[in-house]
């Protein structure tokens, strides 16, 4: 995933486009939940993209390990469950939220994974050399790093558009009734 262009017509092209968050207090309450849904389902799309490549990571981290590990023959393949398990990760240092949504484009996020470390031996780690690894495990972190920016960016974006939320309701410039009655008709 490359930087948001401006005027793409990609949903993270919009959250962090220019003059998503303009005028905010104009909006009507339909109009400002509509925006801070797109930026909750960016969020969620770009979490599932981050993760995916994490796992690529957890691989090759594995399998450096495997290597260093004098007398160490246990095939990487018999670790996988084991490197995929999510044990060795460190504490969450992240916002903690609870997304409401699930991501909305999987086959289009395992696509883009997949052409990230399309050299067709990467999916044999065993053959690569130790330099040939050690590329790929920074083309993938960097690529990693880009995605958790764009995640935080839109993050940010669905913070201003939740503090709108609330201080409309905490003003009384809407009402709880008024959702109540939306969701109801």
């Not at 262009?5 to 339909?30: C, T, W």
């Not at 509509?34 to 594995?62: K, P, T, V």
Request: charged content about 35%; overall charge negative.
């Amino acid at each position: 995933m490359s930087e948001p262009i401006p005027g793409g017509r990609r949903r993270v092209d919009r959250v962090l486009g220019a003059g998503f968050l303009d005028d905010l207090e104009g909006l009507s309450l339909h109009d400002l939940r509509e925006r801070r849904h797109d930026a909750e389902q960016e969020d969620a799309d770009l979490s599932y993209i981050r993760r995916l490549l994490q796992g690529r990571l957890d691989i090759i981290r594995a399998e450096q390990r495997r290597r260093a590990e004098a007398g160490e023959s246990t095939p990487l393949v018999d670790q996988l469950a084991e490197v995929l398990a999510d044990g060795e990760r460190a504490a969450p240092h992240g916002s903690g939220r609870f997304l409401h949504v699930e991501p909305s484009r999987i086959a289009e996020s395992r696509r883009r994974v997949e052409q990230l470390i399309a050299d067709p031996h990467l999916s044999d780690i065993a053959t690569l050399s130790d330099a040939e690894i050690a590329t790929a495990y920074d083309e993938i972190a960097d690529h990693e790093h880009t995605i958790s920016d764009l995640r935080r960016r839109v993050q940010k974006s669905m913070d201003t558009l939740t503090a709108e939320v609330a201080r409309r309701y905490r003003d009384g410039t809407a009402s709880v009734d008024e959702l109540l009655k939306t969701d109801r008709d």
